[in-house]
């Protein structure tokens, strides 16, 4: 039974910076799936945020973030992370980790204040 299990959302100012982590428990084929950060605002659909190869070489951004969102990953740890950097008021969602389109995590709130 595979469980995504986000961290390190918060509160933040415009301009911070945040480090989300998905840890994929359970999962011992972690290191053959992409997997993918996706968010949703209040009132809005969820939108795909970013997205990682199974080994990591290749990433795919939103425009909306690139140049501010990394995506990576650590297979030893089974673990994919979201580097999130000059923040906006507009990054505020709920964001949710996903293994290979299927599995999803629970959710992490980002808040950012103008």
């Known amino acids: 039974q595979v469980q995504l299990v986000e961290s390190g959302g918060g509160l933040v100012q415009a301009g911070g910076s945040l480090r989300l982590s998905c840890l994929a428990s359970?999962?011992?084929?972690?290191?053959?799936?992409?997997m993918a950060w996706y968010r949703q605002a209040p009132g809005k659909q969820r939108e795909l945020v970013a997205t990682?190869?199974?080994?990591?070489?290749?990433?795919t951004y939103a425009d909306s973030v690139k140049g501010r969102f990394t995506i990576s990953r650590d297979n030893s740890k089974k673990t994919v992370y979201l580097e999130m950097n000059s923040l906006k008021p507009e990054d505020t969602a709920v964001y949710y980790c996903?293994?290979?389109?299927?599995?999803w995590g629970q959710g992490t709130q980002v808040t950012v204040s103008s």
């Open positions: 990682i190869s199974a080994g990591g070489t290749n990433r």
């Open positions: 359970g999962e011992i084929y972690f290191n053959l799936y992409w």
């Open positions: 996903n293994e290979r389109g299927i599995d």
